[in-house]
């Protein structure tokens, strides 16, 4: 089955910094990758995803690369603020009923 | 106006016991999920259903039983409770399978096991 790895755990950035995570599949054939943030106490939220037909997607301060051939995904936040602070996620699919594999989670803290 | 909604939010009960906890979504979805997040935050799958068939069942304890009396609730029936079983439990739901469409979670269920 699909295997998905996080890193880093935790990340902290000073606020106006960027900020990378970067994961990685197993499964050559997954082809949607969705990223997820969580804030404390609240369930998940999808802030951008990409297909795999696509090598990029920028949506204002968030944006996604995807390389197929070497199966990792990156998102990538700049012009970090403090309410970018909470647990991003990312997730692989790769059947057809929405089965997502998650990574382990990325703590990030944006210091002022 | 609360997309997915789950009860309780909080439950804590003895070893042994039996609780359910409920989910509602009011987007028109056609499939809803239950995930199970760890301690260390770890989210896992457990079952999906799509249009009140369920559609993915992992490798989960029979103890655990969901039911989805129509496409807008899926509940989750747990037997037997263990000290391991205590996490927080999320319901999501998508337009469909397959992912296509985003999914969405409902604020979680945060139980423990005493």
């Known amino acids: 089955g699909e295997n998905v790895e996080q890193h880093p755990s935790t990340l902290s950035v000073q606020e106006g910094d960027s900020a990378v995570i970067k994961c990685t599949y197993s499964?050559?054939?997954?082809?949607?990758f969705p990223w997820y943030k969580q804030e404390l106490g609240k369930g998940p939220q999808l802030i951008i995803d990409i297909r795999s037909n696509v090598g990029e997607k920028k949506d204002q301060r968030i944006a996604v690369t995807l390389n197929k051939t070497a199966k990792h995904f990156s998102l990538h936040i700049t012009e970090t603020q403090p309410e970018d602070s909470a647990v991003y996620f990312c997730?692989?699919?790769?059947?057809?009923?929405?089965?997502?594999?998650f990574g382990a989670g990325t703590q990030v803290v944006v210091t002022p | 106006d609360t997309a997915v909604s789950q009860t309780p939010k909080y439950l804590v009960t003895q070893m042994g016991n039996d609780k359910s906890i409920k989910c509602e979504q009011n987007?028109?979805?056609?499939?809803m999920y239950w995930y199970k997040q760890d301690s260390k935050k770890f989210l896992k799958i457990m079952f999906s259903y799509n249009n009140k068939e369920l559609i993915i069942n992992e490798t989960v304890p029979n103890r655990f039983s969901p039911k989805s009396p129509d496409k807008a609730h899926l509940n989750l029936h747990i037997n037997s409770l263990e000290l391991g079983d205590s996490a927080v439990y999320f319901c999501a739901s998508s337009q469909e399978p397959g992912g296509r469409e985003t999914q969405y979670f409902g604020p979680g269920t945060r139980l423990l096991v005493l």
């Open positions: 499964d050559s054939a997954s082809n949607y």
């Open positions: 997730a692989a699919r790769t059947d057809s009923w929405g089965k997502l594999q």
């Open positions: 987007l028109g979805h056609d499939t």
